[in-house]
């Protein structure tokens, strides 16, 4: 499982930062065990890759397990997939593939 994801965004960063306040308020007790970088705006190259899925970044920003316990891993994808909505956020792993979001 991975250990660390990119999160590409398509709001612009202040929203993005917004929508991750949210995603601390209500997974707080998970989050504690991860470190979510600054949020950025997305570059030419993020730009780029990201066509070939069909997304639009406007910004980026990184989370990193930083310890035990390790269950919470797998639970980060879906938790922002449902506060940034599936259409608004590109969730990568560590070896750089996409994670999907959750199909119910």
Known sequence: MSIGFSLHSALPPNETLQRIA??????????????????????????EAD?????????????????????FIRRIPPAFYEIFGKDNILIFDDTCDPVPPPSN
């Open 22 to 47: 949210q995603t601390r308020l209500k997974y707080g007790e998970m989050l504690r065990y991860f470190w979510i970088s600054e949020v950025g705006e997305a570059g030419d190259f993020t730009r």
């Open 51 to 71: 066509a070939d899925y069909g997304f639009v970044p406007k910004s980026t920003f990184l989370i990193q397990w930083t310890g035990e316990p390790s269950e």
